[in-house]
């Protein structure tokens, strides 16, 4: 699950690189990252799911409904500026194939890093204040890092 805030470097590259270029280069990487995350969730999840809580609930109503269109929820919730990590977990949970996996997060994610790079293409934002937005959407990784080391 990526911990580093990507957006302002999409505003960043897009004027300097193109949009397309851009957007390109940051839905292949997050197809990448999306690789890594179903090779390393999926068996995770795989050990745990057996018990109560995946299949009762609301849990349990969230997975019956995302069965039903998965591909739909994950590309549509990769658009969003909404959270889709809980859509990518379920993929993990109902065993989603890992191929139309990564097409969905392509599918979603591309429209929307085209809105980023076109954004910072056409909206002068001064570099300070897409460094001072990263270093905001940093923190809460960077605070349960530090919470993690200093547990150690």
């Not at 940051?26 to 969730?41: K, P, Q, S």
């Not at 609301?58 to 995302?66: P, Q, T, V």
């Not at 859509?87 to 997060?105: C, D, N, Q, T």
């Amino acid at each position: 699950m990526a911990i580093v805030p990507h957006e302002p470097v999409i505003l960043w590259y897009g004027p300097r690189y193109g949009i397309w270029l851009t957007a390109v280069i940051a839905t292949a990487g997050t197809v990448a990252a999306a690789w890594v995350d179903h090779r390393v969730f999926v068996p995770l999840i795989q050990k745990v799911q057996h018990t109560a809580f995946f299949a009762e609930g609301s849990i349990g109503w969230l997975r019956a409904r995302f069965s039903r269109v998965p591909f739909l929820v994950l590309a549509v919730s990769g658009v969003t500026p909404l959270p889709f990590y809980p859509f990518k977990a379920m993929a993990f949970a109902e065993h989603y194939p890992l191929g139309r996996y990564l097409l969905a997060i392509a599918v979603g994610r591309f429209p929307r890093y085209v809105l980023l790079a076109w954004l910072g293409a056409m909206i002068q934002i001064p570099t300070w204040v897409l460094v001072a937005l990263f270093a905001v959407m940093i923190l809460p990784s960077a605070r349960l890092a530090w919470k993690r080391r200093k547990g150690k």
